[in-house]
């Protein structure tokens, strides 16, 4: 019988011995024709550049060539360059979520540094002042969160009551800024309660601790949001779990907070549901607003300010809409600082406006301002 031998050839020394000089020229040729056109895009990106750099320099409120150049910048992989472009195109516009997370996104490469994380919740907080946006506060707690558990990581109990209150205090600052924000601001309440009880589960014997969560729940309860249910229930487990003797009595008085809330939640859901139907339309926002002026279910001016913020998300440049809303607080809330941060930022949006530069001008004239602070503005 015979003995078949086996090939002791390498696969890949086979595979290019049996590659022909005329194969392999055409994949030397495919590789020169790639770097050939990816050289032509690049002399071509740094053209478009210098010439969107020109008209910039011309006129800096040419809104889609800021976009376009930040573009061009990030693909072509200059930091310091796309850095100056972003400041200077949000020193005449508002930005947008997606620039604003863009921006954010970049600047944590950076956040290793206390400069760079600085930097960061500066940026965060500037975000902000543009428009009121869940998402964005949803990137800022995560970070927050990922930043504490990585401290409990590499030091253990070192400083870690200074980080709890550190973390404490930015989280509750977001929470503070959305909480009116019924449809989305559970997004924002929900991780801070759940640092909350992770830090009892720490630390169980800390009665400051019980306490604070257990007022923590009930102010959530009072304030008008759609998972009332969900916040009523993790509170029923946390009595039962840390406070089981008083349970039924403690419960009892929760549920005189929850039904109140209940009933203005289901009131709001079917005003939630039209507005999704309707593609969050701009007469399906003022709809759903002057509903909640009229209501006299736990209706308060932060609800329909959060209702005109989430409004102006989808329509910043609708003048009427800056003018509705300010015209609402000339009426209900006359505080002269609060005003005149709406209005600015109403004109940075529309600047094209003379009814919302009217606006800030009475009111600056009526703050005793002078009128060169007027035309600064």
Known sequence: METVEQSTTDPVTNIEENTSPIEAQDADSMNVDEKTKE??????????????????TEDNSLYDVHIRFIELLKQLELP??????????????????????????DTKKEANTPEGETKLFKLY?????????????????????????????DNGKMNEDDWIDETRERLLKAVQATQYNIKQSQQIWKPYSEFELA?????????????????????????????????????????????????????????KIYAKTKTAAEERDVFELQLADSGYSLNSFY?????????RNMSSL???????????????????LWNDYILFLIEKARVQSFLESICLRAIRN??????LWAHLARLLESGGKADEQIDGK
């Open 302 to 320: 932060n609800n329909v300010r959060s209702l005109y913020e989430r409004a102006i998300i989808y329509y910043c440049t609708d003048a009427n």
């Open 80 to 105: 310091d360059q796309l850095e100056v472009a972003r400041i200077s195109m949000h020193d005449v516009f508002p930005l947008s979520e997606a620039l604003w997370l863009d921006w954010i996104n």
């Open 39 to 56: 050289a032509e895009d690049t002399m071509r990106a740094y053209d478009e550049l210098l010439e969107l750099q020109e008209k910039l």
């Open 287 to 295: 709809e759903y607003i002057e509903r909640e002026k009229r209501s």
């Open 350 to 355: 529309c600047p094209w406006s003379g009814i």
């Open 199 to 255: 830090i009892l589960d720490r630390h169980e014997d800390d009665e400051d601790q019980l306490v604070r969560i257990r007022k923590m729940y009930l102010n959530r309860l009072a304030i008008l949001h759609l998972e009332y249910e969900d916040t009523f229930s993790a509170y029923s487990n946390f009595i039962s779990n840390y406070d089981n003797a008083n349970y039924e009595q403690t419960m009892v008085e929760a549920n």
């Open 125 to 153: 907080n500037e975000a902000q002042e543009d428009y009121q946006s869940i998402v964005i506060w949803k990137d800022y707690v995560d970070y927050v969160l990922q930043k504490f558990n990585d401290q409990l990581s």
